[in-house]
């Protein structure tokens, strides 16, 4: 018995060892062949190979090792601005990397649930590829159709970056009735398919990721973007009060702090943490002020007529 164990060892040894061979050749190998068609390509970010299935043959049974291997690479792919901001197309691969990743291991929900906000972010801070994102998202689907996670993300999807409402709403019903989907999921679909509420809807979907996410990227992301919905509300509403201000005496206040007083008090003046908004007496212009630690996302001029409804 001891024989044949330390046998077995030995074999899973020299398998490992082969493959760690294998990997270090992968660089030679391509330089060899790129030196003889003419130099690099502008795009070395797929470590060398673009077809999941090669890759996964490639792996000879160490699929899941290989997949981390990727998943390491997603990660610096598009965590390492300075690169990014060296290539021709800032996140042209990264479609491909998750795809090789997912299919070595398709039980590696990471990859699929931050992949798809990697993907769907527009440029500079993802790829910009919403429709990649569903794929992905979709090939999930299929590997775990009982997972209410993947299909709440596709929601998301289609909700914040899509803006295609009526898809997201029924992407969400459907989840509500996965047996372990929270009891949320549906009222979610019902406000989103009757259109209604969509700046809470959003604020809701964001503030879900914030609260739940392990992954301090994901996290930074979704506080950024409550904090931008928030910043926005704020400017609307003060552009608001002003064009009525100018309406009523014929020119903007002189101030913001003119602006809010009495009735207006309960308007913010200043962002969500505490600096003042700028404001540009001439021409009745809100904005954030110079000095303002928050980063921005651009927040969809169709929110305002929620935010209208609402009020």
């Not at 330390?6 to 398998?15: L, P, T, V």
């Not at 609260?211 to 910043?231: F, P, Y």
Request: glycine content about 8%; overall charge neutral; aromatic content about 10%.
């Amino acid at each position: 018995m001891k024989g044949i164990l330390a046998g077995r060892i030995r074999h899973g040894w020299f398998c490992c060892g082969i493959f760690l061979f294998c990997a270090v050749l992968i660089k030679p190998v391509q330089d060899r062949l790129e030196a003889r068609v003419g130099g690099p390509g502008q795009e070395p970010d797929l470590l060398y190979f673009s077809s999941p299935a090669v890759v996964k043959k490639m792996a000879l049974g160490y699929d899941r090792l290989l997949a981390d291997f990727y998943w390491m690479r997603v990660i610096q792919y598009y965590g390492r601005r300075d690169e990014a901001d060296k290539r021709p197309v800032r996140y042209k691969n990264l479609s491909t990397l998750l795809d090789i990743t997912t299919t070595l291991d398709p039980d590696l929900l990471d990859a699929y649930r931050a992949g798809c906000l990697f993907l769907s972010e527009a440029d500079p801070l993802g790829a910009g590829q919403p429709g990649e994102a569903l794929k992905l998202l979709d090939k999930g689907i299929r590997a775990h159709p009982q997972e209410w996670r993947l299909w709440y993300d596709k929601g998301s999807i289609d909700y914040l970056f899509l803006r295609d409402y009526r898809a997201a709403g029924e992407v969400w019903r459907e989840a509500s009735r996965l047996p372990e989907a929270p009891h949320w999921m549906e009222p979610l679909a019902a406000i989103t398919l009757s259109q209604g509420g969509a700046i809470e809807v959003a604020k809701a979907l964001w503030e879900k990721q914030y609260r739940e996410s392990n992954r301090a990227d994901v996290r930074e992301n979704a506080r950024n973007h409550l904090l931008s919905i928030q910043v926005a509300r704020d400017i609307w509403s003060l552009e608001t009060l002003l064009d009525k201000c100018r309406a009523r005496t014929g020119s903007f206040p002189a101030s913001l702090e003119a602006l809010v007083g009495g009735e207006n008090a309960r308007h913010r003046i200043v962002d969500p943490l505490g600096t003042p908004y700028q404001y540009n007496a001439a021409t009745g212009a809100v904005s954030l002020g110079p000095d303002s630690k928050i980063r921005y996302l651009p927040v969809p001029d169709s929110y305002r007529q929620s935010l209208t409804t609402s009020n």
